[in-house]
């Protein structure tokens, strides 16, 4: 069975610049997740997707980031502008239903300078 | 809100030794509480879970986790650590009935010493 698939594996850019990640879930996992994890810290749950319709994005900075999941299967997750505070690994992770096993994604490791 | 705390930063252990990886949790509700393994460049992998039932829970790579409610506490075990397994551990807890929505500790640095 195919991972969770991320991509681009690193982005370097300057701040205020504008960046997207591009995440494919495990075929037929309805739910899924983006999740920022700082160094030094453990992940924190931006934002939770069923399908195409969002969950739950109470801790997503809305008014820099986005994400979308068209065709409730790929999704993205956009920074703009972005901050130096924004530095960060971005994981994607899904699951079959919302409280089956989760799957992680290797990330994509950010840096602004 | 639920949270979590792994106190120890970074703990070393020689190959061979036992293995135990404390944590302590705050959720008011039977919370829902799992290990994740992170690997250099990799994602997190799923150790183990307890949801109910049995305290002691059996996971993969011969880890093992016991739930004790009275001291809320979660903590991770191994009778005899082997070199793959230095990696970052994380304890995580997650709502009842809120599946996946997890809250992570800051992580644990496991180094195994030859």
């Known amino acids: 069975e195919a991972g969770v698939a991320q991509s681009p594996r690193y982005k370097i850019i300057e701040k205020r610049q504008s960046v997207a990640f591009w995440c494919n879930p495990i075929s037929g996992h309805a739910t899924l997740y983006w999740y920022q994890q700082i160094l030094g810290q453990g992940p924190k749950l931006l934002i939770q997707f069923q399908n195409n319709g969002v969950v739950d994005d109470s801790q997503l900075p809305k008014d820099r980031f986005s994400a979308e999941r068209l065709k409730g299967v790929d999704s993205t997750l956009k920074i703009q502008p972005a901050k130096l505070e924004d530095s960060a690994v971005y994981l994607c992770?899904?699951?079959?239903?919302?409280?089956?096993?989760?799957?992680f994604g290797s990330g994509t490791q950010l840096s602004v300078l | 809100a639920q949270s979590v705390t792994q106190p120890d930063i970074h703990i070393t252990v020689s190959e061979g030794a036992s293995l135990e990886l404390r944590c302590n949790y705050s959720y008011g509700a039977t919370p829902y509480l799992f290990w994740y393994v992170q690997s250099p460049g990799q994602g997190l992998q799923l150790l183990l879970k307890y949801f109910s039932g049995d305290t002691l829970v059996q996971g993969i790579k011969g880890f093992e986790a016991e739930f004790k409610r009275s001291q809320s506490s979660f903590n991770l075990r191994k009778p005899s650590v082997h070199w793959s397994d230095a990696a970052e551990y994380f304890c995580?807890?997650?709502?009842?009935?809120?599946?996946?929505?997890?809250?992570f500790g800051t992580g644990t640095q496991l180094k195994v010493e030859l």
């Open positions: 992770a899904s699951s079959r239903e919302g409280n089956e096993k989760l799957f």
């Open positions: 995580a807890v997650g709502l009842t009935g809120g599946g996946n929505k997890l809250t």
